[in-house]
């Protein structure tokens, strides 16, 4: 008969497991308190959003900020999984470890920036603005892009917007996340 190891757990097995060797129960641990606070942000984010703005403006903001707490909130697990190894191994914080982190941190202060950005957004609501548009261009991903007469580049929120080179438009605008959510020909 040929004897078989056990497979070791993975990192859910010590996410999700409510016991914890010093006796603290799963909602005191500081990672899912953060986690927690990150959901309940989240949720008061999208119901102020609710009842705040209507149409595109709803659409685009709940994409924001449920899109970057969710980039967050799955970071917020890799940590956990990094000590895990780090624990099972006994050998202390190897450089790799130690780079692995720092990258990750250095990756989740992106969606952190961006969802600062939608949260001023939601504060501020979208703004009125002319501007004169003197470049058009469609990039590989994303909705098309312009640069206005300012130098300021903003991204065009739906392909209905008809926005062309050398005109001046009345836009709304969503300032900080830089989308053209509306747009009417100026004479």
Same mark, same amino acid.
């Given at each position: 008969m040929i004897k078989t190891a056990r497979v070791p757990l993975t990192a859910l097995v010590s996410v999700l497991d409510? *016991? *914890? !060797?010093?006796?603290?129960?799963?909602?005191?641990?500081?990672?899912?308190?953060?986690?927690?606070?990150?959901?309940? $942000?989240?949720?008061? /984010?999208?119901?102020?959003?609710?009842?705040? &703005? %209507? %149409?595109?403006?709803?659409?685009?903001?709940?994409? /924001? @900020? /449920?899109? &970057?707490? +969710?980039?967050?909130?799955?970071? *917020? $697990?890799? !940590?956990?999984?990094?000590? &895990?190894?780090?624990?099972?191994?006994?050998? +202390?914080?190897?450089?790799?470890? =130690? +780079?692995?982190?720092?990258? =990750?941190? =250095?990756?989740?202060? &992106?969606?952190? @920036?961006?969802?600062?950005?939608?949260?001023?957004? @939601?504060?501020? +609501?979208p703004i009125i603005k002319v501007i004169h548009v003197e470049d058009k261009w469609n990039p590989k991903r994303g909705g098309d892009m312009v640069r206005t007469s300012e130098g300021t580049q903003y991204e065009i929120a739906d392909p209905k917007i008809d926005i062309r080179e050398g005109g001046t438009y009345r836009v709304k605008v969503l300032k900080h996340s830089k989308l053209i959510l509306e747009a009417k020909k100026q004479r």
């Amino acid at each position: 008969m040929i004897k078989t190891a056990r497979v070791p757990l993975t990192a859910l097995v010590s996410v999700l497991d409510p *016991s *914890s !060797p010093d006796g603290r129960t799963w909602y005191k641990k500081k990672r899912n308190l953060l986690r927690m606070a990150l959901i309940v $942000f989240c949720l008061i /984010g999208m119901l102020v959003v609710f009842f705040k &703005y %209507g %149409g595109d403006e709803r659409k685009h903001l709940w994409i /924001g @900020i /449920g899109g &970057y707490s +969710g980039v967050l909130f799955f970071f *917020s $697990f890799i !940590p956990t999984y990094v000590f &895990y190894r780090i624990r099972r191994r006994r050998a +202390g914080m190897t450089k790799a470890d =130690l +780079g692995f982190m720092a990258f =990750l941190v =250095l990756l989740s202060l &992106y969606p952190l @920036i961006m969802l600062g950005m939608v949260t001023a957004d @939601i504060v501020q +609501g979208p703004i009125i603005k002319v501007i004169h548009v003197e470049d058009k261009w469609n990039p590989k991903r994303g909705g098309d892009m312009v640069r206005t007469s300012e130098g300021t580049q903003y991204e065009i929120a739906d392909p209905k917007i008809d926005i062309r080179e050398g005109g001046t438009y009345r836009v709304k605008v969503l300032k900080h996340s830089k989308l053209i959510l509306e747009a009417k020909k100026q004479r």
